[in-house]
Structures are given as structure tokens and as C-alpha cells.
């Protein structure tokens, strides 16, 4: 696997959060359309640069990811978007951001069809030894547990726990991510596995004014945050999907768009998206929802517990 990284440059305004948004076409890779996702762009020690990186399927020798990108930052309720950007992974110009993740044999599991991947700190247990190289990988409950399949490879010398990404279903039942076991071994060697549960959660919109909405959420320590599209109940699929919005040339028409096919749908609308992680883990959650005002504008807002705070989760 690759990563790419990304920054993004503060202007005089300093958002208050910046979002990258990316599309990934490998060839070779068994995939049926783009992997689409949205990461939030991280600061760094310089105040003034945010940094993200993307992952990346490796294609086989000889063939090239096509990545597709812009970003988006927030500030006073207001939503920037910038071009959109293509390009070819690997090329010459890429090689000072561009960090290989070694898979062994044929590599971790693609997410089942439909879904995608999200990050989290590698969960590790009392006394366990995190340091050295650490490996890790899937398996699907029917599969007996083994060293094997701990494909992943990543030097976290003397730790913490890294973050890591993996998908957030191998199979998909009934419209519902089946659970599946995460798997690693540490710096005893031990092999370690805990079951990747999720929850359903929903965002109720009483008015009817979201034009699209999104799940913010992590673990507690907020290290590796997640971002999901929230889709609507009911909404059909077309090119009006949340996960489309982004990769339009022009971002407002393609909202007018959504807004106009959402008004066909009566209100209360529930906009729905999962949360994923260890079992019996908490997941804190807030939202962020994009807003038809009355004079036809757009308006983003942070929609968090009366009083302040973030939602939770037992999964």
C-alpha cells in the first residue's frame, strides 16, 4: 500500500477545519468503481500547515493509480472549495511524499463492495509491548486465526500504537456491515485479534435544510479521526449521492442539485452513516451539516450536544 501525502497552506483566516477529499482508480485492483473518502487535514507544529495523507492500493508493476482531489475548509460558517486536482501515483515528481506500507503476498483484503476504510489507533492490551514492527490483518469470522494473515507490515519503533487503516466490512449483509476480526502481532510476537463492530448512526433533520451532512468521529484520544458522508433514508441512488457532491467541477450547482432532488422527499429526513471499531469500544461522534438558507445560499455548522460536547457510542 501507498500513502500520499497532501498539505494544505493557511490563509490569513485560519479555517477551522480543513477537508480533503479524494477519489482512487488503481489499475489491476479489484475494484468496482473509484474508492471515494474524505480525511480531515491535520495541523502540524507549523501553524500554518495541515497535512493529510491518502492511501493507496498498489497497482501492479508497471501500472498507475489515477487520484483525484480538492479541498474544502470551514471558517465562520462558510465552506471553500478548491479545484480539483488529478494526478498520476507513482511518478517522478512524487517521490519526497509518496510511503510505502509493505504487504507480503497478495496483501490485506479490499473493504466489500460499497464500503470503504477508516482509521484507528491499533488496539493493544494491558502490558502488551508496542514496538519494533507490528503486523496485522483481517480475517472473516469463519476464519481460523493465524499468523498468516497479519500481511501488513509497519516499524513503530519505540511506539505509541500506530494508526492504522482498514476497511470497514469484508462482506455486506442485508445492507448491514458484517463484523469481521482484526488480527496483529506485537513486539512479544503474541497473536493478538478483536472483533471490528459498528453502529448505525442517525441525524434527524425536523426543517428539512440539509443539503448534506457528515459524521466527525474517532475514539477518545481523537487520534485518528473519521469522517463519513451521511446519506439520506430513502435517498435513491443516482448522481445525487453525498459521496458524489465533492468531485462535481462546479461544487454549488451540484448542491443546488442535491437540495432540489432532497425537497422531493417529505420531512422529518434522516440522514444516516456507521461507526466503526473494536468491540465494546467507544466511538465520540459530532456532525457537520451544509444548509439551505432561505435567500438560496449555503451555510455549515457544527451540530453537537445542547450545551456542548460530542455524542458516544458503546459498539
Known sequence: MLLLKREYRDDAEHPEIVLLHFEVDADGV???FPHRAMLMVAPT???NLRVAHISIPEPPEGGHA???YRFSAVCGGRERGSPLY?????????????????????GNLVPAAGRGYFRLVLPVEDGERV????????????????PLLCRAVVDVGDGPAPVIEIPEALSVLKN??????????????ELRQNKIACARIRLRDEPGEIISARLIWSDSSWRAVNISPMEAKGMVAGEFQAADEYFAQDLEAARARRFAALSQMPAPRIFEAYVFGPSGSRV????????????GESETRWLN???GGNWSVIL
Open 30 to 32: 479489484n475494484r468496482a
Open 176 to 189: 448491514s456491515p458484517m463484523p469481521y476480526f482484526l488480527y496483529h502481532t506485537s513486539g512479544d510476537g
Open 66 to 68: 489515477r487520484v483525484r
Open 86 to 106: 488529478e494526478i498520476k501515483v507513482p511518478s517522478d515528481e512524487l517521490v519526497c511524499d509518496l510511503q510505502r506500507i509493505p504487504e507480503e503476498e497478495s
Open 45 to 47: 507544529e507549523d501553524p
Open 284 to 295: 465520540e461522534y459530532c456532525y457537520q451539516a451544509i444548509v439551505r438558507l432561505p435567500s
Open 131 to 146: 514496538s519494533g514492527i507490528i503486523r496485522y490483518g483481517f480475517g472473516a469470522m469463519r476464519k481460523k486465526p493465524s
Open 305 to 307: 450536544q445542547e450545551g
